[in-house]
C-alpha cells in the first residue's frame, strides 16, 4: 500500500530537481578503459543558494562542509560536487571551481572572488576495472559545463533531468543491484517546490523487507509508480546478491524554491535523511558516508512554521522517490545486475 500523499500535491514539471527555480544539473562520467564513475554537478544561480548539510554515514568523503555550519561565514553556495572515486573524487570539484572563476562567480574577496563548491563522494573504486580511474578536474568541468550549458552540452552525458547509471552513479551499486542517480520533485498545494537528486551506492538494501518491491515506490505520488506490479514471489524467493561491497555510501541533494535560513537548510537536508532511510535498509552505517545537502533557491517568500512543516515532510518523501527512480532506471553490467534484470515480472514481464 503507498503512502498517502498531501491532498493536491503532485510532481514538478520534469519530475527532477531542476523543477526548483534556478537549479541547473549536469553529468558526466566515464565507462570503458578502466572507468565506470562520473560526476553530477548541480549549479545554482550566479548569486548563489542558501545551503546547509547533514552527514549521517560513518566514512564520508566531503570537501566544505564545514562551512554550512549555521555559525560559519558563508550563507551561499554557488554548486555542489557529487562525485564517485571515494576521496580522489574530490578533485573533480576543482574544475568546478575553475569554471565558476573564469565566469566570475564566487563569494566577493579582495581581487577577485572565490566560488564556494562543496562536494560529497560515494565508494566505486575498481568497478570499471582500475582502482585509479577515478574523476578529475576535467571530469568535473565536463559536468559543470553540462550543468551551465544543458543537456546539448559537448561534454554532457545524460540530459539534467535524467535517472539511472549516469553521472556520479556511474559505478554505482546498492544492496548488490546497480545503482544510480535518482530524481524526483512536488509542488505542494501553495505551488512550493521541493524536489531531490540521490546518487545511490548502499551497503543496505533498497527492498521492501516483506518483498522485493522496491522501498521508496510506497511514497510515490499519485501514478508516479502505478505501472508497477508487485514481484513475482518466484523472483523473490530467488534473489540473493553475489557480493556486498565494503564501502559504499548514498549522497544527494534536497532543494526547494522557497528562502530559508543556513539553519533551516541543514533541517531540510537531516529530514531528508529520514526518506533516505525508509528507501534504503539499514541505511547510515559504518561503511556508507550518508550525506545531504539542503538548498534554499529563495524564489519565494519564507514560510511561516506551518509551511515549513510541509516543506519538511515533503523533503523525506521526494528523497525516498528519487531512490526508486535510481534504481529503475539502473542500467545492469557483469558485476551488479539492475533491478528489472532481477525482478522483470513488475513491468508484468515485459522489458
Known sequence: MLAEPAPGMRPGPTNSLVDVAGLRVGHAHRVGGGYRTGTTVVLAPPEGVVAGVDVRGAAPGT?????LDPRNLVERVHAVVLSGGSAYGLSAACGVMDGLADAGI???????????????????????????????????????????????????????????????????????????????SAVLPGGVTVA?????????????????????????LPGEFGHLRRPDPA??????????TSFNTTIGVVATDLTLTKAQCGKLAGV??????????????MVDGDTVFGLAACARPAPGPDGLQDVLAAAADVFSRAVAHAMLAATGREDAPAYLDVFPSVLGGDR
Open 272 to 285: 531528508a535523511h529520514d526518506g533516505l532511510a525508509r528507501a534504503i535498509r539499514p541505511a547510515h552505517t
Open 106 to 184: 564566487g563569494f566577493p574577496v579582495a581581487g577577485g572572488v572565490v566560488p564556494i563548491v562543496p562536494a560529497a563522494v560515494i565508494y566505486d573504486l575498481g568497478r570499471g576495472g582500475d582502482f585509479r580511474a577515478t574523476p578529475d578536474a576535467a571530469l568535473g568541468a565536463a559536468a559543470y559545463a553540462a550543468a551551465r550549458y544543458g543537456g546539448a552540452a559537448r561534454h554532457a552525458t545524460a540530459p539534467p533531468t535524467a535517472s539511472g547509471s549516469i553521472g556520479a552513479g556511474a559505478g554505482a551499486m546498492a544492496g548488490g543491484l546497480a545503482g544510480g542517480v535518482g530524481t524526483a
Open 196 to 220: 531531490a537528486l540521490a546518487v545511490v551506492n548502499a551497503a543496505g538494501s533498497v527492498l521492501d523487507p516483506a518483498g522485493a518491491t522496491l522501498a521508496g515506490v510506497r511514497y510515490g
Open 63 to 67: 570537501r566544505e562542509t564545514e562551512l
Open 235 to 244: 523472483e523473490a524467493g530467488a534473489w540473493q546478491p553475489d557480493k556486498v
